[in-house]
């Protein structure tokens, strides 16, 4: 008899520890932005940094890649889509978007997510969804349109939009992709190798779009100004890389495992708070009373949210009324 495992068998302390991780996830994506900006200001297209970050992130994980080679032949579909979604959808789509409409209306689209993990679960997955969960959604939807000051930037693009929302709907892959095979026992692939394998996918679909042959690559020799402070851009990169990306993802992906997408989802809205913080503090871009307003009503949202107890993951409600109890009679019948 194959015994399921759930992230709520691990205890308290697993659970804790998914919290943990999804909080050093939310801060090292979230000081993505604070790194790369200064890079753009120096001469840097943006999707050269989103290249510069992926492949970089992939040439340090090529080692666990070498490790897990045996993966793509196991579950080519998951790394496939885990690089497509996760990695290159995401940025790509992010940023196409603030070509088009302003960066908090698109911000605000992408942090649509978490709503929609939510109808993910309940309606593909058949999963219940907590009351904690959804009232954390709802919290963290309303603190981020007043962090993102919405208000200030509305405009119509029917193609921003739709890019804005295809970032949400890459976002949701990232989550949900990271929770695939948590229960499998043995046969669960290695989270290190879905991730390293992921981010050459990634690299390879970037490499085709932002075209890195064009880039100005003297940039990366010179400084890059911080707020008035000279930094080497080769060590605003190394952050991108090491910390923005590698830690980010190793630690986000770890972090759905030990709670569930729905709730992880809720916490990783604490990024785009973050993300206005250290711009606040390193950039000298200065929070208004409603940001602030905002980021305490995400950061209430997020913990609304952990509350919820996944304990879903590891033993599914009947799909229908009376599937249990006709379970139980049919193993009754055998014993």
């Known amino acids: 008899m194959r015994v399921r495992t759930s992230v ?10 998914g919290l943990g991780l999804a909080l050093v996830s939310a801060l ?11 890079l753009i200001e120096a001469g840097l297209d943006p ?27 196991r579950r080519p579909a998951l790394l496939a889509g885990f690089g497509l979604l996760a990695v290159a959808g995401v940025q790509a789509c992010y940023f196409a978007a603030l070509s088009r409409i302003p960066v908090g209306v698109a911000l605000l689209i992408e942090y649509l997510a978490p709503a929609m993990v939510l109808g993910w679960v309940r309606f593909v997955q058949r999963r219940p969804v907590t009351r904690a969960a959804a009232l954390g959604v709802v919290l963290a939807a309303a603190g981020l349109a007043c962090v993102v000051e919405i208000w200030s930037g509305l405009s119509f693009d029917a193609l921003g939009l739709l890019l804005a929302l295809g970032a949400a ?11 695939q095979g948590q229960d499998r026992g043995d046969a669960a692939p290695d989270p290190l190798g879905v991730i390293a394998y992921g981010l050459l996918v990634g690299t390879a679909v ?12 003297s940039v990366l020799a010179g400084p890059a100004d911080l707020h008035g402070t000279a930094v080497p851009a080769g060590v605003l990169l190394a952050w991108v890389v090491l910390v923005a990306t590698v830690i980010a993802y190793v630690t986000g992906v770890l972090s759905v495992r030990r709670l569930s ?3 992880a989802v809720v916490v990783a809205c604490l990024e785009a708070v973050i993300a206005t913080v250290l711009a606040w503090v390193l950039l000298g871009e200065h929070l208004s009373a409603p940001q602030v307003a905002g980021g305490a009503v995400v950061l209430l949202g997020a913990l609304i949210a952990q509350s919820a107890t996944p304990a879903d ?3 599914p409600e009947p799909v229908a009324p009376g599937d249990g109890e006709r379970e139980m009679s ?4 055998a014993a």
Do not use: E
């Not at 090292?28 to 200064?38: D, E, L, M, Y």
């Open 330 to 333: 049919a193993r009754g019948s």
């Open 8 to 17: 709520s068998s691990q205890g308290s302390p697993g659970k804790g520890a």
């Open 169 to 179: 709907c890459c976002q949701v892959g990232y989550f949900v992709l990271s929770d």
């Open 206 to 217: 970037l490499t085709v779009v932002a075209r890195p042959w064009t880039m100005d690559w």
């Open 313 to 315: 993951k590891g033993t």
């Open 47 to 73: 999707l050269h940094v989103v290249w510069l970050r992926a492949a970089g992130a992939a040439l340090v994980m090529l080692p666990v890649a070498v490790r897990h080679r045996g993966l793509p032949r």
């Open 28 to 38: 090292a994506f979230g000081g993505s932005g604070v790194a790369a900006k200064p």
């Open 261 to 263: 997408p729905q709730v």
